[in-house]
């Protein structure tokens, strides 16, 4: 049985910072490309960060320079550190797999607010 569990979420004020996890199970994750999406409320789940099996990132333009992914393969986990967090920086964050196929995990909400 496949599953990715985010932690790491929580209320942040703005400027501040947070460090999001995924653990995996149930896949060979050393296999995998990783990414992190968000979900801000009303709209479109978008890709703000992936990591690749071989460990190349790509960030997008609104979070460069303010986010970093990585991973720990021995750990089976994935991490994104973000720091100078804004107020639409808010959303549930969500973990996924990708290879032949997508897997999900449930997502951790980041709220940010003064």
């Known amino acids: 049985q496949v599953q990715l569990v985010e932690s790491g979420g929580g209320l942040v004020q703005p400027w501040g910072s947070l460090r999001l996890s995924c653990e995996t199970s149930?896949?060979?994750?050393?296999?995998?490309?990783m990414n992190w999406y968000r979900q801000a409320p009303g709209k479109q789940r978008e890709l703000v960060a992936g990591i690749t099996s071989g460990g190349s990132t790509n960030n997008a333009d609104t979070v460069k320079g303010r986010y970093t992914i990585s991973r720990v393969n021995a750990k089976n986990t994935m991490y994104l550190e973000m720091i100078s967090l804004n107020l639409e920086d808010t959303a549930v964050y969500y973990c996924?797999?990708?290879?032949?196929?997508?897997?999900w995990g449930q997502g951790t909400q980041v709220t940010v607010s003064s």
């Open positions: 149930g896949i060979i994750f050393s296999m995998y490309t």
């Open positions: 996924n797999a990708k290879r032949l196929v997508y897997y």
